[in-house]
């Protein structure tokens, strides 16, 4: 296999000056195919590379400076040649690279998942991957990003979320790499490891004063007020307290651990946890954990093996400069009960034009021409939205599963008014399984019902009074049928094989309901 070095050589004079970055973006397409298995490359080539660390020669302090490589923006190149450490270290064999999420809840969410596929590249290329959940800086919250200070949480939520996330770490490698299978990519070994570790596990076992004498002396305040995430509280109002001040070196702690004892060499995350990822970087460099290690920082050739790596993603805006994962202001979940099929693939179907080619390289594994082909006929008849639905069953399918996708694009069909005489009912029931359109209700009391009882009961309104005047007017519809008598009362043929019947009222106001059991409350 060529290494970056010898693919690089082949450049020669001929290397391509960072100010040139159409030109680039031509060379860079053939370097990727050559260095394929290189998931740095792959991140590059599809613009999810926001900066990576670069090491610079030791300073005073004994500890090499770690300098940014500032990508440019789209899909410009990353010389092999200016900027070799973190592209050859992925190069030289199967290394480790770990990812955090504090448990504010107990689902990630969109704005988690462009880090995820980082993560994912990696793994499908062999290399391990560790999924960090903060159960114990949860309890501290990262001031990065954040203009006020969080609400700490019970100790009975915080187990919660944690046990949440840690499941869907676990799930979403699961499918991931199934996902990564059908879209023709060779699983290298299987794919690497995969890891999901707590860091409350470490941080319980550490005093306050151990933590302060062991590892508080290595961090200097006049970095840590500089940090970006500090400065921006400090300049508020609401200022920043001790507690968020001191999360930076927390998180530096996890990559200490992390590195020492899971031999993980990179730390990625959004372009927001720079100043952290370095502190870690930073904190390796200083703490050694034997007196073996402390040697090694004389040896300049052994040094550079041990050295530490970050990596940033762009944090994601839409084209109208909105933040990316947000629907009508709430957070788009990665758990279906959370946020349902439907709503998780509409979502994606409503992307504009303007975004839609950029997504598909961030949230998909298809390749470049593909992307491209997608796009010619999106261009053809934009009005079909084609773009965003390849990029809503791209996605829908990658988080939740081949047949997420069908149940998904059933509920689209039903909830847009299309006919339901070839739909099953039970098909309809695990397409709105977790979804809060589907309301249950016992068959002998809906049999007694009247329609404007049934309305209310259902949720399809908030009053007797309002069902009436809404089933006068001709707006309310069973299975599409309007009906007028608020008197009706459901019969046999109304349920779809006995099981279910579709409610609306207006144009998209739908509730599914289901005949449950006569001993339900």
Not at 292 to 315: C, F, R, V
Not at 385 to 404: M, N, P, S
Request: glycine share 8%.
């Amino acid at each position: 296999m060529q290494t970056l070095a010898s693919i690089a050589s082949r450049w020669g004079k001929h290397a391509i000056p960072l100010r040139q970055p159409r030109v680039a973006i031509r060379l860079l397409s053939s370097v990727a195919a050559q260095a394929n298995t290189n998931p740095v490359l792959e991140l590059q080539q599809r613009g999810l590379v926001a900066a990576m660390t670069r090491q610079v020669p030791r300073g005073k302090s004994g500890a090499p400076f770690v300098l940014p490589y500032q990508a440019l923006k789209g899909d410009a190149s990353i010389c092999p040649e200016e900027h070799p450490e973190l592209l050859n270290h992925v190069e030289a064999g199967p290394t480790a690279i770990y990812c955090g999420v504090d448990p504010t809840a107990n689902s990630l969410h969109l704005g988690n998942l462009v880090t995820l596929l980082g993560l994912l590249h990696f793994h499908i290329k062999g290399h391990t991957t560790i999924g960090l959940v903060g159960g114990a800086t949860g309890t501290i919250g990262d001031p990065s990003g954040k203009s006020t200070e969080r609400q700490p949480l019970s100790t009975a939520t915080l187990a919660k979320n944690v046990a949440g996330i840690d499941a869907q770490f676990q799930r979403f490698f699961v499918r991931g790499r199934a996902y990564a299978e059908r879209r023709g990519y060779k699983v290298q070994g299987g794919g690497g490891n995969v890891k999901v570790v707590n860091n409350k596990t470490w941080f319980d076992k550490i005093s306050a004063l151990d933590f302060l004498g062991d590892i508080g002396r290595f961090a200097r305040v006049g970095t840590m007020i500089a940090r970006d995430s500090v400065k921006t509280r400090l300049e508020s109002p609401q200022g920043i307290s001790f507690t968020e001040f001191s999360y930076q070196l927390l998180q530096a702690y996890d990559f200490w651990h992390l590195y020492h004892e899971d031999s993980c060499r990179i730390q990625i995350g959004g372009s927001d946890q720079w100043g952290n990822i370095t502190a870690g970087i930073d904190l390796i460099h200083k703490k050694r954990k034997t007196d073996k290690e402390q040697l090694i920082i004389d040896n300049t050739a052994q040094e550079k093996a041990m050295h530490a790596y970050g990596l940033t993603i762009p944090l994601l805006t839409t084209a109208s400069g909105e933040k990316f994962g947000k629907s009508a202001g709430n957070a788009v979940w990665l758990d279906e009960t959370m946020t349902s099929l439907f709503d998780f693939y509409q979502f994606f179907v409503k992307t504009s034009d303007a975004d839609v080619g950029r997504y598909l390289h961030y949230f998909t594994l298809l390749n470049a021409d593909e992307i491209k082909d997608v796009m010619e006929k999106h261009s053809f008849e934009p009005e079909k939205r084609i773009a965003q639905h390849a990029l809503a069953k791209e996605t829908t399918e990658l988080v939740h599963g081949v047949e997420a996708v069908s149940k998904a694009l059933l509920a689209t069909r039903v909830l847009f008014g299309s006919s339901l005489d070839m739909i099953k009912g039970q098909e309809l029931i695990e397409a709105f399984e977790h979804d809060s359109r589907m309301v249950s209700l016992p068959r002998s009391q809906v049999a007694e019902m009247t329609l404007d009882r049934i309305a209310v009961e259902s949720g399809l309104c908030s009053s007797k009074s309002e069902a009436k005047k809404l089933i006068k007017s001709g707006g309310l519809y069973i299975n599409n049928v309007k009906v007028t008598d608020a008197g009706y009362k459901i019969s046999e043929q109304d349920w779809i094989d006995s099981t279910v019947c579709v409610l609306r009222s207006g144009k998209s106001n739908y509730k599914l309901l289901r005949a449950g059991s006569n001993e339900q409350p």
